[in-house]
């Protein structure tokens, strides 16, 4: 990677004006990298004033109540540890993580819509292991054909994720806006250059 990481990574559009607060579980990892565990900033002081959370960064801006002045909260820890999810639920969202948001007929971004590769007109589920990512002129030139019909091929073969992995992928795609606060929890991980 070229350049400063932080400089590379970290964003301050408007979104960041609204104060959200990175919530970490009791290990110090994200809930969910995409989309990113955030919590508005009244549900980060709320949870901390009830001691659910530890306070691990905080942003210079301050909120009074006329008892109370407190940093807004930028990280904040879980006390109790939630157990991630094993199984992933099927939905669209999950679909394109999985297919890393691209067509997995031509490798197209952006217009996706989804794909039986057994259509349904020749008794194809609506499973994991039958649907795939696929832009619209894909998807139209398909039609309800076979893949050998259509003269089409897979990019790679439709299965069911894992959560770890759909939560590794999530990781490829940060959100618009970071705080410079978040990047030690998000990128944790990540290989550092000798």
Known sequence: MDGDFRTDFVRQPGALK????????????????????????????????????D????????VRSPSTEIRVPSVVVLRDYVKPRKRVAFTRFNLFLRDEFRCQYCGARGDLTFDHVVPR???GVTSW??????CSPCNLRKGSKSLRQAGMNLMKPPRQPGAEELRN?????PPGHLHESWMDFLYWDAELDA
């Open 169 to 173: 992928r999530g990781r490829k795609f």
């Open 129 to 134: 292991e039958n649907v795939v990512a696929a």
């Open 121 to 123: 007109a020749a008794g």
């Open 18 to 53: 609204q104060f959200p607060a990175l919530v970490l579980n009791a290990d110090y990892r994200p809930l969910s990298y995409y989309p990113l565990s955030l919590w508005p900033w009244q549900e980060a002081v709320k949870a901390a004033w009830l001691d659910r959370v």
């Open 55 to 62: 306070i691990v960064a905080e942003y210079d801006h301050v």
